[in-house]
C-alpha cells in the first residue's frame, strides 16, 4: 500500500522556538493533505486541510499564524509550529489521499510526538 | 456538525470469544463510514469502509442508517486482533476527505 512518513517522529524543543514538521507521501501524488492533532485519551481532532499550491484550510478554533502549513509539492506537506508553548505539545499526525487513486482511502504517517519544555 | 461517538475506551474479550466495538454517529448527510486500526507502535490504517461491504481479517460493519450506528463485529476474537479501533465519519463535499473520528476503543484479546 502508499505510505506516507512523517519527520521527525518525536522532537523535544524550547519554549519559544519553532518546530516543523514534514509530511511525505513516498510512492504516490498527495494534492490534499490533512493535519491532525491528537491530545492524551481523546480522538484525533482534524487541524487543517493542506491543499498543494494554495492556502491551507483550517478547522475553526485552530490559529493560522501558530501553525503554518506549506504545501508545496505533491509529495510533501509541512505543519510549523511556531513559538512553540507547553500547551502546544501534542501528537500530530498527517494523512494524504492518493489523487489517482481510490478516492475514499487516506494513508497516515506514523505521527509526531511533539514536547514542549 | 458531525460527531462520532465510540462509548468503550476499552473491550477485553477473551479469545475465541465475539467481538463487538460500538460506533454511533451524528450527521445531517449522507454518511460515510470508516473504521481504523492502530497495532501498537505502528501506524493508523483503513481496516475497512461501509461502501465496500466487505469483511477485512474476519471483521464486518454494517451501516444501520435507523440507529445511526456503525458497529464493528468479528465472531471470534484473536490475540492480534488487539489494537485501537478508531470510528471515522467522512464530511460530504466534492473532492473533500475530512475525517471525523471517535475517541477510539482499545481492543484487549485475553489468551
Known amino acids: 500500500g502508499a505510505v506516507v512518513s512523517q519527520h521527525p517522529s518525536r522532537v523535544i524543543c524550547k519554549s519559544g522556538t519553532s518546530v516543523k514538521i514534514e509530511c511525505r507521501s513516498l510512492d504516490f501524488q498527495a494534492t490534499t493533505m490533512f493535519w491532525y492533532r491528537q491530545f492524551p485519551k481523546q480522538s484525533l481532532m482534524l487541524m487543517a486541510t493542506?491543499?498543494?499550491?494554495?492556502?491551507?484550510?483550517?478547522e475553526q478554533g485552530v490559529e493560522k499564524d501558530k501553525f503554518l502549513i506549506n504545501h508545496a509539492s505533491l509529495t510533501l506537506s509541512t505543519l510549523t509550529v511556531t513559538s512553540a508553548h507547553p500547551e502546544d505539545s501534542s501528537f500530530y499526525i498527517c494523512?494524504?489521499?492518493?489523487?489517482?487513486?481510490?478516492?475514499?482511502?487516506?494513508?497516515f504517517g506514523q505521527g509526531t510526538r511533539l514536547t514542549v519544555v | 456538525a458531525q460527531r462520532v461517538t465510540q462509548p468503550e475506551k476499552l473491550l477485553s474479550v477473551f479469545k475465541g470469544a465475539p467481538v463487538e466495538l460500538k460506533c454511533n454517529y451524528s450527521?445531517?448527510?449522507?454518511?460515510?463510514l470508516f473504521w481504523y486500526v492502530q497495532y501498537s507502535r505502528q501506524r493508523l490504517q483503513l481496516l475497512l469502509r461501509?461502501?465496500s461491504r466487505e469483511s477485512i481479517k474476519g471483521f464486518t460493519a454494517d451501516l444501520n442508517k435507523g440507529e445511526t450506528s456503525f458497529h464493528l463485529k468479528k465472531p471470534f476474537a484473536q490475540e492480534e486482533d488487539s489494537a485501537m479501533y478508531y470510528c471515522a465519519l467522512k464530511s460530504a463535499g466534492a473532492g473533500s476527505y475530512q475525517l471525523t473520528f471517535g475517541k477510539g476503543t482499545k481492543l484487549s484479546v485475553i489468551p
Open positions: 450527521y445531517s448527510g449522507s454518511p460515510e
Open positions: 461501509h461502501i
Open positions: 494523512s494524504a489521499r492518493d489523487s489517482a487513486g481510490n478516492m475514499a482511502e487516506a494513508f
Open positions: 493542506s491543499n498543494e499550491g494554495s492556502k491551507a484550510t483550517y
